[in-house]
């Protein structure tokens, strides 16, 4: 647990509707009393929260959010799939998500929103699509100072490939982490392909 309560050094503040969809597909994979397991161990850590209460635009500090992955992982035996699983469900359930791909017309408007769209649920990193070729059938999207834990990695890569899903017109989409923090790079970096 050493390795949870390290994560309280972390900078950085997240929307609260993060808390909220998770609580949604956890209760959906363990039910309420997976949800309050998860709260249950919050607590012990120093940090009550009740996932669905959070308060959608209210800001909480960003380490929450990885410390909530890794009690997942070590509390309800969540694997990594579990957690990318997560970040797809988080992105359909997204009311910030849902709002930006409905009034946009096509997938370079979207892109180009996207930097805007992490400044909604982050106050720290920077995301951004740096390369789209439709022809080719791919998205390159960086993300820079933006450094929280491996888990999150995961649940960033379920959490993009769905919202691709939403603006992109195509099959098959897949995602790859090319680059990563953890691994040395300087940014981490998102492949998503289609056909």
């Known amino acids: 647990m050493s390795d949870i309560k390290s994560l309280e050094k972390k900078e950085g503040l997240v929307r609260g509707e993060k808390f909220r969809t998770h609580a949604s597909f956890i209760i959906f994979k363990n039910g309420k009393e997976g949800l309050r397991k998860v709260e249950k161990e919050l607590k012990a850590l120093g940090h009550p929260l009740v996932l669905e209460d959070a308060g959608t635009f209210k800001w909480y500090p960003a380490f929450l959010h990885p410390m ?10 969540w694997s990594n799939e579990d957690i990318f699983e997560m970040g797809t469900y988080s992105a359909k359930l997204s ?7 409905r009034y946009m017309v096509s ?5 180009s929103k996207a930097p805007q769209m992490w400044r909604n649920y982050y106050d720290i990193g920077n ?5 789209f070729n439709e022809n080719k059938k791919w998205i390159l999207i960086h993300l ?6 491996p888990l999150v990695c995961i649940y960033n ?9 939403n603006a992109v017109r195509g099959s098959n989409m897949n ?3 090319t680059k990563c923090i953890h691994k040395g790079d300087d940014y981490h970096e998102y492949k998503v392909t289609w056909e």
């Open 107 to 111: 997938t370079e408007k979207a892109l």
């Open 127 to 131: 995301l951004k699509a740096v390369d």
């Open 157 to 165: 890569s379920g959490y993009i490939l769905q919202s691709m899903r």
């Open 144 to 149: 820079f100072n933006f450094d929280m834990h």
């Open 68 to 77: 909530i992955l890794m009690i997942l992982k070590d509390i309800l035996d």
């Open 175 to 177: 995602i790859e982490e």
């Open 95 to 101: 009311f910030m998500n849902r709002v930006l791909v």
